[in-house]
């Protein structure tokens, strides 16, 4: 089944873009359409899962565009999230792909496998944990916790240079949360030291009162 990507209708049409980063702001673009209907299905089908990405930034305060939604799984429930929803009202990017996307909005839903590793995806000391082990619901969605969310974009950024932008996102977090330095201690220790790096530059960037 061939569909019109929400990549596409973004990079086709600059003023449907923009008004859809409008909306985005407003919680009410099609990704967070996407969202909510995506959850629901996992709900109904009494499926484990926690939002990640940038829409679990979205929803604990950082709201930055993203342009699909990040679920995280266990292996299990990859399968049985396929059986139940492939060609029912979602398809995969292409053949054998763990992922989705929404037929009708054309939003792509990628799952984050518990068990694997963020970053480059090599072994390290920080997996993706099980979604039950770690998801608060907050806005009526069951997302990462936030030390959680911390400690996997770090280890991400660390490790891969693609994914700078997850050390970003971990300085906005300290920045619009006011986030303490000591929050580190609560992280692996595997990224302390980056936490107190990151935390140490935004504070030598915030303007004297």
């Known amino acids: 089944m061939s569909i019109l990507t929400y990549e596409q209708r973004l990079s086709n049409n600059a003023r449907w873009a923009l008004n859809e980063g409008s909306k985005f702001f407003e919680d009410r673009s099609a990704v967070q359409d996407a969202l909510r209907k995506v959850t629901k299905r996992l709900d109904d089908l009494q499926i484990p899962y926690a939002v990640a990405g940038g829409m679990a930034l979205f929803h ?3 709201r930055r565009f993203t342009e699909d939604v ?25 053949k054998g792909s763990k992922n989705l996307r929404d037929a009708e ?21 920080v997996a993706f944990p099980e979604p039950n082990d770690v998801a608060v619901e907050l806005d009526g969605i069951r997302c990462i916790d936030l030390p959680t969310l911390i400690t996997l974009k770090l280890a991400s950024g660390m ?9 970003a996102d971990v300085q906005e ?3 619009r949360l006011t986030l303490p330095r000591e929050l580190a201690g609560t992280l692996s220790a595997y990224v302390h030291d980056k936490y107190r790096e990151l935390w140490d530059a935004v504070q030598q960037s915030e303007p004297e009162a």
């Not at 990040?70 to 292409?94: K, M, N, S």
């Not at 984050?112 to 072994?123: A, Q, R, T």
């Not at 490790?159 to 050390?167: E, G, H, S, V, Y």
Request: proline share 10%; glycine share 12%; no cysteine.
């Open 60 to 62: 604990h305060g950082v």
């Open 70 to 94: 990040d679920i995280l799984v266990t292996r299990e429930a990859l399968q049985a999230i396929h059986q139940a929803l492939d060609g029912l009202g979602y398809v995969p990017p292409f």
């Open 105 to 125: 909005l054309g939003v792509k839903i990628e799952f984050i496998v518990s068990g694997e590793y963020p970053g480059d995806g090599k072994p390290k000391p």
């Open 159 to 167: 490790t891969n240079p693609a994914r700078l932008k997850d050390l």
């Open 173 to 175: 977090l300290i920045k």
